[in-house]
């Protein structure tokens, strides 16, 4: 078998605004960890909050942690794509980093709510794809939310009482994945990703490389 030629061309490409949202507990972070490691064009949207930080998170790389009040300064100024209020605490994602990453080809991952996914389809539907994960029963959803051991019995209950809302936004995205095994859920949601990313309308390069090889 002969090897494939050194050099080979590449197309610029626009970046694209991966959406991972589940209730809590249905796996969109294991999801969402898998695919960073496995793929280099993508990066985690680093959203900030008023939450304080759990054990083991890093200011700046997990979240930006902020008071409330500048975080309604930021509101004020226009600096969120999206904005929401989850759980009694702030949350939002930062626009200038994310539009700095797609312009330069890179795609970006976001683990957020159904609130925070429609604002970001109000302020930049094209770059948008949606993936909404459901968790196989009730039962496994709460058994997960245990078997985490991070939260109280009261922020479970609360979180399960939540999840029936969550769930009923499922119709609003483009793509919805049952979790019923991991390891299957990450590679359909990786195909996703490939598929989306040879979209037309994101090959914002190719004219110009149709172009070179009809020699015009």
């Known amino acids: 078998m002969s090897n494939p030629p050194a050099n080979l061309p590449?197309?610029?490409?626009?970046?694209?605004?991966?959406?991972?949202?589940s209730p809590s507990g249905a796996g969109k972070s294991t999801i969402a960890r898998a695919l960073l490691e496995r793929d280099p064009d993508i990066a985690m949207s680093v959203s900030?909050?008023?939450?304080?930080?759990?054990?083991?998170?890093?200011?700046?790389?997990?979240?930006?942690?902020?008071?409330v009040e500048k975080f309604?300064?930021?509101?004020?100024?226009?600096?969120?794509?999206?904005?929401?209020?989850?759980?009694?605490?702030y949350?939002?994602?930062?626009?200038?980093?994310?539009e700095d990453a797609l312009a330069s080809g890179r795609d970006v991952?976001?683990?957020i709510d159904w609130q925070?996914?429609?604002?970001l389809g109000d302020n930049a539907r094209d770059?948008?794809?949606?993936?909404?994960?459901?968790?196989?029963?009730?039962?496994?959803?709460?058994r997960r939310l245990r078997g985490r051991a991070q939260d109280s019995d009261e922020v479970?209950?609360?979180?399960?009482?939540?999840?029936?809302?969550?769930?009923?936004?499922?119709?609003e995205y483009q793509y919805v994945l049952l979790n019923t095994e991991v390891d299957r859920s990450i590679a359909r949601v990786q195909a996703i990703l490939d598929a989306e990313r040879l979209r037309r309308r994101r090959q914002v390069g190719m004219a110009d490389f149709v172009n070179g090889l009809r020699g015009q």
């Open 10 to 21: 590449t197309v610029q490409r626009r970046g694209l605004m991966l959406v991972l949202s």
């Open 48 to 67: 900030a909050t008023t939450r304080p930080p759990r054990p083991g998170e890093v200011d700046g790389k997990d979240y930006h942690f902020v008071s």
């Open 72 to 89: 309604q300064q930021m509101v004020a100024a226009g600096q969120f794509l999206e904005h929401a209020k989850v759980f009694d605490n």
């Open 91 to 98: 949350y939002g994602t930062p626009k200038q980093p994310v």
């Open 109 to 111: 991952l976001f683990d």
């Open 116 to 119: 925070g996914t429609q604002q």
């Open 127 to 142: 770059d948008l794809v949606t993936v909404f994960i459901l968790p196989p029963s009730v039962e496994e959803l709460e």
């Open 156 to 171: 479970v209950q609360k979180r399960m009482a939540k999840a029936g809302d969550e769930m009923s936004h499922w119709f």
